[in-house]
Each structure stands twice: as C-alpha cells, then as structure tokens.
C-alpha cells in the first residue's frame, strides 16, 4: 500500500481520537527501523507489537528478518486493525486492547516472550489504563525479554517508580531526528 495512503488513514484515525492515536503521522521509517533494531533475532521467544498503526515498526521488524510466525500484533482501532490485516494476511494481528493483552496472549500460545516492541501513546492514556499495560508489559517480559517503547519527551515514558515497582532498568538507546517529531528509543529489561 502507498504510504500517501496509509497516512490518510491514520491522520483520519487521529482526527477520530487524536489521544487514542497519539501521533498526527505514521512512524517513520528511521524510527521503525532503530526499533526493530533493538531486537536480538536469534534469541528465542515470540515478538509482540503493541499499536501497530499502519505498519511502519511492522514492516520493520519483518525487514530485520524475524519470522512471521514469531510475530502476534496487537492494534485496538478497529479501521486501521482491518488495513494492517490486509497488508499482512499471514501475520497473527489482533484487534485488541493492550490494557488486556495477558489474555489476549493467552489465545495464541505465546509464552516465551523476546521483545514487547510498542508505540502505544503510553503519555496520553489515563493513568489506570497506562498501569494496567505496563504491569502486563513489564509481566510477559519475565527475566530474558525486553521492552522496547518511543517517545517524543527527554524523559523516560515508563516513570522512576513503575521502573522501581517492577525492576526495570531503561536505557535510551537512541535519538531518532529523521521522525516527525523527532523521537528517542528506550529500551527497558530486568536490572
Ligand atoms: C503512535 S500510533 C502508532 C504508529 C505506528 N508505529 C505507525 O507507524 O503507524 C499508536 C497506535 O497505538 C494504538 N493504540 C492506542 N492505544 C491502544 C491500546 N490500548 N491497545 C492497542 N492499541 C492501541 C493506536 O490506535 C495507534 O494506532
């Protein structure tokens, strides 16, 4: 598909809940690509996408040469959950919410997990909901799995007392200027 195309869908989607969305465009491909960087394909464990949009850390992670059977996406709206189906039929995409994915995951048998890669607007959700997914987040990663999130701000979206609460440690990985708006990469695994 175009990305002219899949701009508009997801700028309409913006324009339908931009908090929801949390971005006015897709991923760039800079981004996508130094996200699915992060992830160290021979390790085993299933890949989680989290918010997939349109496809961009999708496509990049397909790219990096993970197997498509490794991946389950997660995207809770429903226009672009049906536009990432057609894009990648023989991918496992979910049109989900991610304050559930426990059990979500459940369904599809993923128990070891290697990465949580997310672009959920974790920033904009009403603090019970971003809890509720970075408890699950930071659960399915047990001891071996990491979690890799952007975000706009200098700060570590996930904050000190969460990281804390779940002995995280995050490091940022990586300033990407080539996003709009320019984005960092933050890795979080147990410390
Ligand atoms: C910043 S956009 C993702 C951009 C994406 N990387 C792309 O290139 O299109 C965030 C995405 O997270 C999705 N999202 C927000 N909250 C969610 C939730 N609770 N569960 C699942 N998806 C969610 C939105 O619908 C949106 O598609």
Same mark, same amino acid.
């Given at each position: 598909?175009?990305?002219?195309? #899949?701009? @508009?869908? +997801?700028? !309409?989607? $913006?324009?339908?809940?931009?908090? #929801?969305?949390?971005? +006015? /465009? ?7 690509? !130094?996200?699915?960087? =992060?992830?160290?394909? =021979?390790?085993?464990? !299933?890949?989680? =996408? /989290?918010?997939?949009? &349109?496809? %961009?850390? &999708?496509? %990049? /992670? ?15 709206? =429903?226009?672009? @959950? ?5 894009? +990648? ?10 304050? @559930? ?36 987040? !930071? &659960? ?6 990491? /979690?890799?999130? +952007? &975000?706009?701000?200098? #700060? ?14 995050? #490091? ?11 984005? @960092?990469? $933050? ?5």
């Amino acid at each position: 598909m175009m990305a002219s195309r #899949k701009s @508009h869908h +997801f700028i !309409a989607a $913006w324009m339908r809940s931009p908090l #929801k969305i949390g971005a +006015f /465009l897709p991923s760039s491909r800079s981004l996508a690509r !130094a996200m699915a960087a =992060e992830v160290d394909i =021979e390790k085993p464990g !299933a890949i989680i =996408e /989290l918010g997939a949009g &349109t496809g %961009a850390v &999708t496509h %990049a /992670l397909l790219q990096a040469g993970i197997a498509p059977e490794r991946l389950v996406v997660i995207e809770r709206d =429903e226009r672009l @959950h049906a536009l990432m189906s057609a894009q +990648f039929p023989h991918l496992n995409v979910l049109c989900a919410d991610a304050a @559930h994915m426990d059990t979500v995951l459940d369904a599809t048998g993923a128990t070891q997990i290697n990465a949580i890669v997310s672009s959920l607007p974790l920033l904009s959700m009403p603090r019970p909901v971003r809890q509720a997914i970075e408890h699950h987040m !930071a &659960t399915l990663i047990g001891d071996d799995g990491i /979690l890799i999130q +952007f &975000t706009y701000g200098p #700060k570590s979206p996930i904050s000190r007392s969460q990281m804390h609460k779940y002995q995280l440690q995050g #490091k940022r990985m990586k300033l990407v200027m080539a996003n709009v708006p320019p984005a @960092h990469v $933050w890795v979080y695994r147990r410390g």
